[in-house]
């Protein structure tokens, strides 16, 4: 049987994954405002993610994408992970700002990361998905590499 995959993600780390392992894929994006999204649960809001960035790439697909022939099939791929520290949820830094102060409270502690996938047949529209979560613990980040990633950030924010 063929198919042909599309990765629902602007994720340089999930293309990068899809590429090594051999396949080929075409990338849609979703464009949702992630954060309109809650669930007390970090496992309940990585699916549910998955499931509205998913809904909302077929929703603008063309239905000639969607109509590929009668023997091909369309798996399209979308996931979200979010990391929770202190007992709150963390997504996407919204800054390099906010990036560097996540990393800075990181030093020296832990934190749980939580992932999901959720594959979606867009010929027969039967889904499959889950989560997976990993416990992440961080060496005392010295404070000089603190300063020059702050830095960097400023320099990149600032166009230097």
């Not at 396949?23 to 464009?31: L, S, V």
């Not at 970090?42 to 077929?58: G, S």
């Amino acid at each position: 049987m063929s198919f042909q995959i599309i990765l629902g993600s602007a994720s340089m780390a999930r293309r990068q994954i899809l590429a090594e392992m051999g396949y080929e894929f075409k990338i849609r994006t979703a464009d949702i405002d992630e954060k309109s999204i809650r669930m007390d649960k970090p496992e309940e809001l990585v699916m549910v993610l998955a499931e509205a960035k998913a809904d909302a790439i077929i929703s603008r697909m063309q239905s000639s994408e969607l109509d590929v022939g009668a023997d091909q099939t369309t798996l399209l791929i979308t996931a979200d992970t979010v990391v929770v520290y202190e007992g709150i949820i963390r997504e996407k830094p919204s800054s390099k700002e906010e990036a560097w102060d996540f990393i800075k409270g990181y030093s020296g502690g832990q934190a749980g990361v939580i992932g999901s996938v959720l594959v979606t047949n867009l010929k027969t529209g039967k889904r499959k998905g889950g989560w997976r979560s990993a416990e992440v613990y961080f060496h005392v980040i010295p404070e000089e590499i603190i300063d020059n990633l702050r830095r960097e950030l400023h320099s990149t924010l600032l166009g230097v």
